[in-house]
């Protein structure tokens, strides 16, 4: 895991910020400035990230008396110099100056000195650092576990809103290339999502170059799919350069050839698909089969995914085989020991839920406002099983509770865009947890 640069002075200066924020840390018998003055804060001010002082509409008693205005944070005194400060009328409303090195005294452009405090327990800057050469995710150790269960869920909750808001967001950038609207955007997520990890990207660009228009026009030939999708792929034997080839490939061979030149396709390149280390199931020639088998299950197949009443009903949308030849087979006219059905299993079923179906249920209520989808699709969430992974499986050994898909990807979350992030400061672990780092 990266381990977050504070030497960086603005990541540095929002942490700050952040501390000045949360008062509970701060003791009236610390706040003294650095010329003795104590100062007594009624009100911290409202913290901003836009240009201008960090925080307007502070309310402090300096030497009793009271002071309304802005607040600015900077890792040195000598920041206001640094950033002009001194120079722009913006800042003359400033009524106190918080840093963490007094290295000299400012003054606003009015020619006013500033009220300086040193912000009191830098300690906490170090342990807070310190946490970060831990490689334990999450690197506060076990203080998320710590929280109130109803902090914790209500935290859970802003992160999976968050996450899929950002889905949402993605889903409908997608769309505004696909001539099918959600139809087409589902069916290149769901491509993505059977090649897993690996495959991923050339399970989508193989979507992408096979407009959905011209598979529906063949939907209710399964072979026909088959020879479409497996020609576009590029890993359809080459009989003109001599390679092995049997009954079956070069009836799709003939079959593509004729629908290639129908609707003006372009295959993949082989070398683009990835073998190596995958599960025989796994591979692309199996992945594609399974493909065509949604496919071959109607039309609509996006609308199914939004009728859809319980969880159970969208599984059995997604239980589908690649075609019998795959029962035998793992590469095209190469016959393998194991005869057996090639359905999707449980790891590529949770996927298929969890990084298509449910986010775009989700993207669909919020572009139509439908609050019954939008509720019954955060429902299916809770229903439906953990994520397993490293980065949960590491988060269910340092305590924290992980019972289904809803809690998982919001830790997904946590871990992606804070605890890798080093954004500790804005989680209740950090805040909340009665434990000071």
Not at 55 to 81: N, Q, Y
Not at 119 to 136: C, G, K, N, V
Not at 207 to 222: M, N
Not at 318 to 342: E, G, L
Request: proline share 4%.
């Amino acid at each position: 895991m990266p381990i977050p640069n504070f030497s960086d002075v603005m990541e540095r200066e929002i942490l700050l910020c952040k501390l000045w924020q949360d008062q509970n840390i701060l003791k009236e018998e610390d706040l003294r400035t650095v010329s003795g003055v104590s100062i007594r804060v009624l009100h911290p001010g409202v913290y901003h990230q836009h240009a201008g002082p960090d925080f307007s509409g502070a309310k402090l008693e300096i030497d009793g008396v009271l002071f309304c205005g802005d607040v600015e944070m900077h890792i040195r005194a000598s920041d206001w110099l640094r950033h002009h400060h001194d120079r722009d009328s913006a800042y003359n409303a400033v009524i106190l100056h918080v840093v963490a090195d007094y290295d000299c005294e400012v003054c606003t452009q009015s020619g006013r000195p500033l009220a300086t405090l040193i912000f009191p327990h830098l300690e906490l800057y170090e342990r807070y650092q310190d946490q970060f050469q831990m490689a334990s995710i999450p690197p506060c150790d076990y203080r998320l576990a710590a929280l109130p269960d109803e902090v914790r869920l209500q935290w859970y909750s802003q992160l999976l809103l968050a996450r899929l808001t950002l889905r949402s967001d993605f889903i409908d950038e997608a769309r505004a290339h696909c001539e099918l609207d959600w139809e087409e955007a589902f069916y290149r997520s769901m491509a993505r999502s059977l090649g897993l990890q690996i495959n991923g990207d050339p399970m989508q660009q193989l979507a992408s170059q096979t407009p959905l228009k011209y598979l529906y026009k063949v939907r209710d030939a399964r072979d026909v799919l088959e020879a479409i999708l497996h020609g576009q792929s590029g890993l359809l034997p080459d009989v003109a350069a001599g390679a092995t080839t049997d009954e079956y490939s070069q009836q799709l061979a003939t079959e593509y050839a004729y629908h290639a030149q129908r609707f003006s396709l372009t295959p993949l390149v082989r070398s683009y698909w990835k073998f190596l280390r995958l599960r025989p199931t796994s591979f692309p020639s199996i992945r594609i089969s399974q493909l065509a088998g949604l496919l071959a299950q109607g039309e609509h197949l996006f609308s199914q995914v939004i009728e859809a009443s319980s969880l159970r009903d969208l599984y059995a949308l997604f239980r589908v085989s690649a075609h019998p030849y795959w029962d035998s087979h793992y590469k095209f006219a190469q016959s393998s020991k194991s005869n057996s059905p090639k359905q999707l299993g449980k790891t590529t079923l949770q996927v298929l839920l969890l990084n298509s179906a449910l986010p775009f249920r989700f993207a669909f209520a919020r572009a139509q406002g439908d609050e019954k989808l939008r509720e019954e699709t955060l429902q299916f969430y809770q229903e439906a099983l953990a994520d397993d992974n490293a980065i949960i499986r590491s988060f269910v050994e340092h305590g924290v509770a992980c019972r289904n898909a809803y809690e998982s990807q919001a830790l997904l979350e946590l871990y992606k865009n804070y605890c890798e992030r080093g954004r500790c400061y804005l989680c209740p672990a950090w805040t909340n947890s009665g434990q000071r780092c």
